[in-house]
């Protein structure tokens, strides 16, 4: 199992308050602070259909280590003899990736040491960013079990708000309209469907991963 933490969160929104309150017919004396909350609240439902970043963030990305001789599919990396499933990558989970900063490893007595970049190069073209092990690197050993590996990168289409594709703009406009129109229902009922005119936008975008939670990843050790 693995974990994403952002360490540094987006400086702004992909859609403007501007952008919001137009898209909403409001005035543009109403206050901003719940506009900017459905702003965000499509951003984070967005994001989270699509597996994606939007605005540019930095995260941490954590691995566990086992050693078990067990061979399920799974993503993540590790050593052993050729007849068994062969994965020499880590996949990185806030996509797209742009830069791998640095990738440390912790024992059993949480020290930390880096993983020389020798060992490995990033591919950050993919839909989703991979770090790769060189033929002549190796996997950081003697790690402890829960939160071994540390990985930390930047993530997102880019800073400014160009950057975010125009179609996922829109998906995140008509989630906010949707979300306003609805807002204060509670009759008991079924909450309303969300449009399909949202999948038709962002399906696209979405991020398959095989067999695996999204945040999991595993990097195995030691396996003979």
Known sequence: MSGLKITTQPT????????????LRLD?????????????AARLWAEKYTGRAFITRTVQQFLDSSASTLDPLYEGMRTGVLTRPYVNYIELVASP???????N?????????????SNYYVDNVSDLGR???RDTGTFP??????????????AGYGSARSDV?????LAMLQYMTFAYEHRGEQDGNAPPMLP?????????????????????NMLRTGIS
């Open 141 to 154: 050993t003697d790690l402890r079990a829960a939160n071994g590996l540390e990985i930390n990168y930047t």
């Open 12 to 23: 702004i929104e992909p859609i403007s308050i501007e952008e919001a309150k137009e898209h």
């Open 97 to 103: 990736a742009i830069t791998v900063t640095s990738i």
């Open 105 to 117: 490893y912790y024992n059993d007595s949480d020290t930390q040491s880096t993983w020389a970049t």
């Open 165 to 169: 594709p125009s179609d996922i703009k």
């Open 28 to 40: 543009d004396d109403i206050d901003d602070i719940p506009v900017l909350t459905y702003v965000k």
């Open 196 to 216: 399909k005119i949202l999948n038709t936008l962002l399906s696209q975008y979405k991020i398959m991963r095989l067999g695996v939670h999204p945040y999991t």
């Open 131 to 133: 770090i790769y092990l």
